[in-house]
């Protein structure tokens, strides 16, 4: 017959109340001895009627509920680093360097595996960069479409001055285009 495992006590326990258990650790800050001793302390006490549990059994389980916690940050990152390149991928990447978008990700990925921005702020970022590098590049044209405008109309009102089109014209019109 197989040793029962020492943590499978608190294991065997609903989610909520292993959460709630995890929660004395990284919430309420408690140490190992506070958290077998809650642990141990009757319900109408505020503890969770569970009697003795070795701080080793604690240890273990919380150790087994911090792998968890990190695994689903992990997958919150990489779902966050996807959903940024879906978004740079969608959008006209040439407009931002490599070296900066690959800079942003790891940024990103960063701060999410360390608790310091969570995945909706990371994605709300990189829209926020997007829209105004699009918004940048929108500026750039308007400014060379209005360089290309005032262009035409110096060549038209060249053409009007002169009387019509002349060789000098031409030329200078094939000049001008070539901005175009």
Not at 67 to 89: K, M, Q, Y
Not at 101 to 130: C, F, H, T
Not at 148 to 158: T, Y
Request: no cysteine.
């Amino acid at each position: 017959m197989r040793k029962p495992r020492s943590d499978s006590k608190l294991l065997s326990l609903p989610e909520a109340t292993q959460q709630a258990i995890y929660r004395l650790e990284t919430a309420e800050a408690l140490t190992l001895d506070d958290i077998q001793a809650r642990l141990a302390m009757p319900e109408d006490e505020g503890g969770f009627g569970l009697g003795h549990v070795s701080v080793g059994t604690v240890s273990n389980f919380l150790r087994h509920r911090r792998t968890i916690a990190f695994d689903e940050r992990l997958r919150s990152a990489a779902l966050t680093a996807n959903a940024v390149d879906e978004a740079v991928s969608e959008s006209d990447s040439k407009a931002i360097d490599g070296a900066i978008l690959n800079g942003l990700r790891e940024w990103i990925l960063d701060s999410i595996l360390k608790r310091d921005i969570d995945a909706k702020d990371a994605k709300a970022l990189v829209g926020l960069v997007l829209k105004g590098r699009d918004q940048s590049l929108d500026e750039r044209k308007l400014a060379l479409l209005e360089k290309k405008e005032a262009a035409l109309l110096e060549v038209k009102s060249a053409v009007r001055e002169k009387g019509g089109l002349t060789a000098e014209t031409l030329e200078e019109i094939e000049q001008r285009i070539g901005l175009l």
